[in-house]
């Protein structure tokens, strides 16, 4: 069935944007916290299962990494068919991401069901009871990994058609289920560590079956098609790629952090860790301009395509000036709550006035990048990342090591890093190339 919609640009004010980035942003958090709950539970059985669940838990972090990708790719194209006035479309774009993302779940749980024991010994530095542990818990979970996936791509199109409630809804519910069930199946049930596997297997089937079902409601044709999902996995090619780019840029970082000594890497994870707290909440920001700036290109509007460009850049530059006045007050502070170590929180005071500098930065940047995915303007994004990384970010930390400038060498290379960005998507922005109009791209 088809609909009219109201453009995206005329209905953009910012009452709709935070109306999508907030429910965004809890969706965003809820992962985090649910592994949150989950350390603390299995913390208290032990070393080894606690370094078990470490392992493991990096692994099933790659395959949510994966999902990511997935969601981005399929919310920009989802958003133009529905801009176009075609839900139908739109939700069909759905389809096709859900048997990519089941495929691709279903390949990771039996890869990993094969090759666990295998995996853990490597992550775990060879035999032992760690790696033992870590295994059997992955291959637990791992059969989570369909759900997890296939609630992803279901991400992915509904905020297409600007649909926030249910994802809250089908994320945030079994998230609580397996927060509730996993100290029950840990402790009462005398499961152990297998009960955090299972809680967490089954949080991801519900919140997996419920999308599903969600696209079984809307009455469209469920076939897959092969040259769709090609051109999804074309799309998730390139945003995989660049996420290998980021990936590659910070692990280099904390590799020279760590060569300056035990001090410089704990401050160094302490800024970084919290980097990636505010750019998960200025992400929501970014998954808002995914859906609107898709929706008005869609609709034909590339005027209002770019007036909401330009509106959310502003926002999220003004996100990014809050979050630097509210970290620059918590200098004193902020790092003793993560170290007791003078020396690390010392060395914490030397990263921080660039993470400070580079929040607002950060804000425009995280803001364009969502427009520039909503636009499908995904393999300019590849690129600039690449050229950044390597011309910027990675010849400027190791300059660092060899000038031996410590953590603030590290902390300029990142802010080099993110102004390469900064100023090479403002260029895009003027220039217009990347608003073209039309249901697809």
Not at 5 to 20: D, E, F, G, K, Y
Not at 110 to 132: Q, Y
Not at 415 to 435: D, E, H, I, Q, Y
């Amino acid at each position: 069935m088809s609909q009219t919609v109201v453009p995206a640009a005329q209905s953009a004010t910012a009452r709709r944007i935070a109306a999508l980035a907030l429910p965004a942003l809890v969706v965003l958090a809820a992962e985090p916290l649910y592994v949150l709950v989950d350390t603390a539970v299995v913390g208290h059985l032990g070393r080894v299962p606690l370094a078990a669940l470490a392992i493991g838990g990096t692994v099933l972090t790659l395959t949510a990494w994966l999902g990511t990708v997935v969601a981005y790719g399929t919310t920009g194209r989802a958003a133009r068919r529905f801009g176009s006035g075609d839900r139908a479309a739109a939700v069909a774009e759905g389809v096709q991401a859900s048997w990519l993302a089941l495929g691709v779940g279903v390949l990771v749980a039996v890869a990993i069901g094969v090759g666990g024991g295998a995996l853990a010994r490597t992550l775990a530095g060879g035999p032992g009871e760690v790696a033992d542990a870590a295994a059997t818990w992955l291959r637990i979970a791992a059969l989570g990994a369909p759900g997890l996936l296939l609630a992803a791509a279901g991400n992915g199109w509904l905020r297409g058609i600007q649909d926030t409630r249910r994802p809250l809804l089908f994320v945030l519910g079994p998230n609580l289920l397996s927060a509730l069930l996993c100290p029950l199946l840990v402790y009462p049930a005398g499961l152990g560590l297998a009960g955090s596997a299972v809680a967490n297997a089954v949080a991801q089937t519900i919140s997996g079956g419920l999308f599903a079902a969600a696209l079984v409601r809307e009455r469209v044709p469920l076939r897959p098609r092969p040259r769709h999902i090609g051109q999804q996995l074309a799309l998730s090619r390139d945003l995989l790629i660049r996420g290998v780019a980021f990936q590659a840029s910070f692990l280099s970082a904390t590799a020279v952090a760590a060569r300056f000594g035990a001090a410089a890497v704990g401050a160094h994870q302490i800024a970084v860790q919290l980097w990636f707290f505010t750019a998960l909440v200025l992400d929501a920001l970014a998954i808002a301009a995914q859906s609107l700036v898709g929706a008005a290109l869609g609709a034909g509007d590339a005027a209002g395509a770019r007036a909401l460009a330009r509106r959310i850049a502003l926002l999220g530059g003004l996100c990014g000036v809050a979050f630097a006045v509210l970290i620059a007050a918590g200098a004193g502070f902020v790092p003793s709550l993560f170290s007791s170590d003078p020396q690390v929180r010392e060395q914490a005071m030397v990263a921080w006035p660039w993470f400070v500098a580079l929040q607002p930065i950060g804000g425009v940047v995280f803001a364009l990048d969502g427009v520039l995915i909503g636009a499908g303007d995904v393999r300019y994004l590849r690129n600039l990342t690449i050229v950044a990384a390597l011309g910027g970010f990675l010849p400027a930390i190791w300059l660092a090591y060899g000038l031996d400038l410590g953590l603030g060498g590290i902390w300029a290379g990142l802010t080099l890093f993110v102004v390469l960005r900064l100023v090479a998507l403002l260029l895009r922005l003027r220039s217009g190339g990347w608003a073209v109009v039309g249901a697809v791209r």
